[in-house]
Structure formats: structure tokens, C-alpha cells
Nanobody, 116 residues
Framework: QVQLVESGGDLVQAGGSLRLSCAAS????????MAWWRQAPGNGRDLVAW???????AYTQSVKGRFTISRDNAKNAVYLQMNSLKPEDTAVYYC??????????WGQGTQVTVSS
């Protein structure tokens, strides 16, 4: 069973930076595509960025140039470096693999709050 533990969320001012971490207990982590999602209050869960097992990356338009996803296969970890944060980045951030293993595979997420 997949276990995902996100951390690193905090309250920051607009323009600030945060680095999120995700520890994944996934036996096929090295080859899995991993991703970050976010869910703002009253909204659905949106895909933000993903990274393939080979290190290829992609981002949703609203975070391009500000967020960087990376991974450390030795640690079964995925990271999201977030710079130039905006109030609209406020959300609970989650990581998971792509495709999502099961509906109950989600972790608790980590709260990011950006004040204006």
C-alpha cells in the first residue's frame, strides 16, 4: 500500500518561497511519474507539476517559471520549490504518483498560505 507524507507548508508573505517535500513508500518509485496537486478551499484538486522517472518535468501554466519539481530516488522523495508565491497559490498541496494508485492513496497534504 502506498504511503505519502507531505511536509514543508507554512504561512508566507507574497513574493516569498517555500520548499515542499514528499516522502513516498512506493516500491516502483524510481520509475514512477510523481506529481504535486493542490486544492484551494471550495475547489477541486488541481495538478500542478509532475516529474517522470527519467527526470522530465511539466508544469501547469500558472506556476511555470516560479515552481520547480525535483526528485531524489535514493530517498524516495519528491520536492516542490515554490518561489515568487502569490495569494492565489494558497491551498493544501498533495503529492502522488501518476496514474493515481487508488482513491485512498492520498496523504494528509501540507497547507500553504500566502498572505498579501
Amino acid at each position: 500500500q502506498v504511503q505519502l507524507v507531505e511536509s514543508g507548508g507554512d504561512l508566507v508573505q507574497a513574493g516569498g518561497s517555500l520548499r515542499l517535500s514528499c516522502a513516498a513508500s512506493l516500491t516502483i518509485f524510481r520509475t514512477a511519474t510523481m506529481a504535486w496537486w493542490r486544492q484551494a478551499p471550495g475547489n477541486g484538486r488541481d495538478l500542478v507539476a509532475w516529474i517522470t522517472g527519467g527526470g522530465g518535468t511539466a508544469y501547469t501554466q500558472s506556476v511555470k517559471g516560479r515552481f520547480t519539481i525535483s526528485r531524489d530516488n535514493a530517498k524516495n522523495a519528491v520536492y516542490l520549490q515554490m518561489n515568487s508565491l502569490k495569494p492565489e497559490d494558497t491551498a493544501v498541496y498533495y503529492c502522488n504518483s501518476l496514474p493515481i494508485p487508488s482513491p485512498d492513496s492520498w496523504g494528509q497534504g501540507t497547507q500553504v498560505t500566502v498572505s498579501s
